[in-house]
């Protein structure tokens, strides 16, 4: 089961982007947008607003990559591309007993397109002066932010 929609603004003004179309594309990227909505240090936000063109390891074509969330904070002249992905996808896949081979080759190529698109976000963040982070639930949970799925 996916959990995905349409993300409805408290506070438009903080938001840089189109209003009307702030999607989340998980559960934790719906508690990161909550988060930055009441989080007083954060001057300005945009989820998927930000477009980094990048050439893919996998088929050596370019395509673009839609940045999660983009955080301008109040305390630090800096911004923070942020890309929200469980710990388990942020490190190359392994063997292991009952995985197919399929699923491995699979999960070998979904992790070299996203090295792919994080090493673009990298060179683009770094020529402006910003910073790119990969927030993993460790992040999350350091932050405060609640990884439960409240119904």
Not at 72 to 97: G, L, N, W
Request: some cysteine; charged content about 35%.
């Amino acid at each position: 089961m996916t959990y995905k929609g349409k993300y409805k603004l408290k506070k438009p003004k903080k938001y840089k982007g189109d209003p009307n179309s702030v999607t989340y594309r998980s559960h934790w990227e719906r508690q990161v947008f909550r988060w930055c909505e009441t989080n007083s240090n954060v001057e300005w936000w945009s989820s998927e607003e930000l477009v980094i063109p990048y050439r893919c390891a996998t088929d050596n074509k370019n395509h673009r990559y839609f940045v999660d969330v983009v955080i301008k904070f109040k305390d630090i002249d800096e911004v923070r591309c942020v890309e929200i992905k469980p710990k388990a996808q942020t490190e190359a896949p392994k063997k292991s007993k009952g995985k197919t081979r399929q699923r491995l080759l699979q999960e070998g190529l979904t992790y070299a397109k996203n090295v792919s698109k994080w090493n673009a976000a990298q060179k683009f963040c770094e020529k402006r002066g910003w910073r790119f982070e990969i927030w993993t639930e460790d992040t999350l949970q350091s932050l405060g932010i609640s990884l439960l799925l409240k119904r």
